[in-house]
């Protein structure tokens, strides 16, 4: 018997680490890992020793005799990564750090999602090393909390490793406290040898075409946030009267919004969605959502867990014309010869098998449309219908291009969510390189301007780092990263000791105006979220309002 690696799977490969017989690839030290869809177990390998599965945090791997039939499918893609990937890397080595000087080292982070806690969780091993988390909203997490589809409750079990972090004796939090406005940066430098900005990518990609600022042409970042119940984006304008709807994009964030666009109410009822987006959604017209794509399905950007999940919605039907299907010439020649990536031949299977499939009277629908891109969208006050053109395959010398061609496409629609990615915006009195929306920095360490002089005493991590790509696994490697570079600065004496104590950060945050919400008051909004769920027969029911989060952090601190 073998163990499989599922749905869920967050990449964060603590599973690899306890894995007597490396059978988990790849690993961190494989260069696969940073652009793997997940990890996978080999068959062949696996002892079935269940170390991985006590230590996995989002519960994604299962037996396989205990696989459900929607499972299923994941034994076979688990089996085909070690068809044609070359898995001799092993394990990563322990890392044996250098002792630190004899005395305290006070690090900020500004940020608290994943990325921000993986580079903690690093920090906080050492007792002599103190972590002060500044979060401006009053809750952690971030895309964890704000970001998952709140039917992914299984993913969101990362939670718990963050939980463990903020535990620590050597960590504080600083929620509902906001850098720039209750303290500043300079303040920060101050007070800690170290500040990390952990602060990700917070706007959306725009698509540059006519009619983009209508009304109901919004940003999936935003529509995301406000199904996950984020406080500046509770009372969003969004109209779902339209019995169509299209997504730009076809990765798992545009994945992810279109089913929950067709998901029955009831059953998103029993998830953690925010009140106001569950009731919008109950009254939702739509029936149909469309989604674009670019390019060819094989260069499509979601993962195969997620699109293959699509087809386990009840009273869905995914919709894709086997003409759609066309594949760019590379590509149609390594699958006939059996050399195409097994990812990228899973990719097309699937849709393939999708194509196939009959469809439902009554059903709802998700529509693939790839090698089709938006040009205009239409309407006088708000969307009325979408132009778009169909795109055609070009030669291109390193990557697989697309021209469009003259044909022309109208989609009548109300509603158009642009789902083409995050990206990071400028951190006050920190460089910023527009052209890549990040931080420059090398390794973690902020720089003046790409390839110019390190700032000691300043990091980043997290998307701000390397741009808005990768999930919750490469967070934790970026974050470990710039753990490691500050503890290796630490140990070269690389920036002076704070020219102001610490202690005063609570009381000056206070005197200008912030509800500060610590530990205390997190565990007491947690417990709150959750037993108001319980009563509901949920697993929570969130907090959408600053004033809600705070009365309950006050009521859990008496």
Known sequence: MAHVITRPCCNDASCVSVCPVNCIHPTPDEPEFLTAEALYIDPETCIDCGACIDECPVEAILPDDQLTERDEPYLQINADYYKDHDVEGGLVPPRKSPPLPDKELHVAIVGAGPAAFYAAEELVRKPAIKVDMFERLPTPYGLVRAGVAPDHSATKGVEKTFASIAAKKNFDYYLNVEVGKHISHDELVARYHAVIYAVGASTDKRLGIDGEDLRNSVA????????????????????????????????????????????????????????????????????????????????????????????????????????????????????????????????????????????????????????????????????????????????????????????????????????????????????????????????????????????????????????????????????????????????????????????????????????????????AIDAAEKAAGKAAGRVRTKFASVSDFEAAAAAGAK
Request: hydrophobic share 45%; aromatic share 6%; charged share 25%.
């Open 220 to 523: 999936a970042t935003q529509f995301v946030a406000w199904y996950n119940g984020h406080p500046d984006f509770a009372d969003l304008d969004v109209d779902l009267s339209s019995e169509r709807a299209v997504v730009v994009g076809n990765g798992n964030v545009a994945l992810d919004v279109a089913r929950i666009l067709v998901t029955d109410p009831d059953e998103l009822a029993k998830t953690d969605i925010a009140d106001h987006a569950l009731a919008a959604l109950r009254e939702s017209n739509i029936s149909e959502v469309v989604l674009l794509g670019r390019r060819g399905v094989a260069q499509a950007a979601y993962t195969n867990s997620e699109f293959l999940a699509l087809g386990d919605v009840e009273g869905v039907d995914v919709v894709i014309k086997p003409d759609d299907l066309a594949l760019d010439p590379a590509t149609e020649a390594a699958l006939s010869d059996d050399t195409l990536d097994s990812t990228i031949a899973t990719k097309i299977r699937l849709a393939r098998e999708f194509s196939e499939r009959p469809q439902t009277p009554g059903n709802k629908r998700i529509v693939f449309q790839f090698l089709t891109s938006p040009v205009e969208i239409a309407g006088d006050a708000e969307v009325t219908s979408l132009t778009c053109v169909r795109n055609a395959y070009a030669v291109a010398a390193d990557r697989v291009a697309v021209t469009p061609t003259d044909q022309r496409i109208d989609i009548e629609t109300g509603l158009v969510l642009r789902a083409i990615g995050y990206r990071g915006v400028p951190v006050t009195d920190l460089p910023f390189d527009e052209g890549h929306g990040v931080v420059p920095n090398t390794g973690g360490r902020v720089q003046t301007a790409a390839d110019g002089q390190v700032m000691p005493g300043l990091y980043v991590t997290g998307w701000i780092k390397r741009g808005a790509t990768g999930g919750i696994g490469m967070n934790r490697i970026c974050g470990q990263e710039t753990a490691h570079a500050v503890i290796a600065d630490f140990v070269a004496a690389a920036f002076d000791d704070p020219s102001t104590s610490r202690d005063d950060v609570a009381a000056l945050v206070t005197d200008r105006g912030a509800n500060r919400i610590d530990l205390v008051g997190w565990k």
